[in-house]
């Protein structure tokens, strides 16, 4: 009875990994696009999920910014009630909790001209494994404007290529695996 009891406490465990999950960094406009006039944010986010604990990462020019803002001004476009808004040319938000979220450009009749995204999150199966550390993807030209405060606002020197394979999604394959062999030598024994 033993041996059936250890591998089903083994089998569990696995069980229950498999609920756990990384947040994800999305690169507004990414791969292709970045916070401009030229990328289709409705064609951006129309095969993305997004869920509570990703974080969207806004890259821009000194000719842009972006704000969040309500569903009654991202819809009209005015710029003048905002909830936040950063200049800053690297801006990352954390989504904290499942709903929708609107960010537009305010400069003037850029949000008009489509510079404006809808984001759904929904809710997160599971706890994080990790927060990421997105110090080494932000650009060394300026330190970024960073939500949430757990972020380091000094850009790091550029990751080797070892380094760049190690994401949190790695990360999390990595505890999966370890987790699995415990399990498993827990079964044997």
């Given at each position: 009875m033993a041996p059936f009891l250890k591998a089903f406490?083994?089998?569990?465990?696995?069980?229950?990994l498999a609920d756990v999950a990384v947040c994800e960094n999305y690169t507004v406009g990414a791969p292709n696009g970045s916070w401009d006039l030229n990328t289709n944010y409705e064609?951006?986010?129309?095969?993305?999920?997004f869920y509570a604990g990703d974080f969207l990462i806004f890259r821009y020019t000194s000719f842009h910014d972006v704000a969040e803002v309500t569903q009654d001004v991202y819809t009209?476009?005015?710029?003048?009630?905002?909830?936040?808004?950063?200049?800053?040319?690297?801006t990352i938000f954390e989504l904290k909790e499942a709903g929708t979220r609107y960010f537009i450009c305010a400069v003037p009749t850029h949000c008009s001209g489509?510079?404006?995204?809808?984001?759904?999150?929904?809710?997160?199966?599971?706890?994080?494994?990790?927060?990421?550390?997105?110090?080494?993807?932000?650009?060394?030209?300026?330190?970024?404007?960073?939500?949430?405060?757990?972020?380091?606002?000094?850009?790091a020197p550029a990751p080797s290529p070892s380094?760049?394979?190690?994401?949190?999604?790695?990360?999390?394959?990595?505890a999966y695996s370890v987790l699995g062999l415990i399990g498993l030598m827990l079964a044997v024994l």
């Open positions: 406490i083994a089998l569990l465990a696995i069980a229950a064609e951006w986010v129309k095969d993305l999920n009209s476009c005015s710029s003048s009630q905002t909830i936040s808004i950063d200049k800053s040319g690297t489509g510079m404006k995204v809808q984001i759904d999150v929904l809710p997160k199966l599971g706890t994080p494994v990790s927060k990421p550390n997105l110090a080494p993807s932000l650009p060394p030209a300026s330190p970024p404007h960073v939500f949430p405060p757990h972020v380091s606002p000094t850009p380094a760049a394979a190690v994401t949190p999604q790695g990360v999390g394959m990595f």
